[in-house]
């Protein structure tokens, strides 16, 4: 009998940090999975709301050339949408006139695994989106 107790407390001495593991990889890792889709979207709208300032000069004077972007205006934009949507994100805006790239870096706030005084990650996100006008048959880009 006492044989038996000590092999369960042997038993228990290891399962149980084991299944605080298992528990804290699966409410850490739904956490940061929740940030990344967050992340994503975040720098989605904003490379799409910076794609939409378009050079009206250009397109006016070059109307049937492709559209491209005012680079400052795609730029302010796109950093206002993320400071909008999400004010402690970390946003990075790249824009040329046919592109704009935003990466940003959400932080998510783990609650079980963690380093001793970072209890926050950066998650981070990237999107690219071009203009686009007009009406064209087949696959828009």
Not at 6 to 33: E, H, K, R, T
Not at 75 to 99: G, N, Y
Not at 105 to 122: D, F, K, M, S
Request: hydrophobic share 50%; charged share 15%; glycine share 6%.
């Amino acid at each position: 009998m006492l044989h038996q107790r000590a092999q369960s407390v042997v038993w228990a001495s290891v399962m149980i940090p084991v299944l605080v593991l298992a528990v804290g990889l699966v409410v850490d890792g739904s956490i940061v999975f929740s940030a990344q889709r967050e992340a994503l979207g975040l720098a989605d709208g904003a490379a799409r709301a910076g794609a939409a300032e378009l050079d009206q000069t250009f397109l006016r004077d070059e109307p049937a050339a492709p559209a491209r972007l005012d680079t400052a205006a795609a730029r302010a934009t796109a950093l206002a949408f993320v400071a909008r949507h999400q004010p402690s994100a970390i946003s990075d805006v790249t824009v040329d006139p046919r592109q704009i790239t935003v990466r940003v870096r959400v932080p998510a706030t783990t609650t079980i695994l963690h380093l001793p005084g970072q209890q926050q990650v950066e998650v981070p996100g990237q999107a690219e989106a071009a203009p686009y006008t007009g009406v064209e048959v087949g696959i828009a880009p």
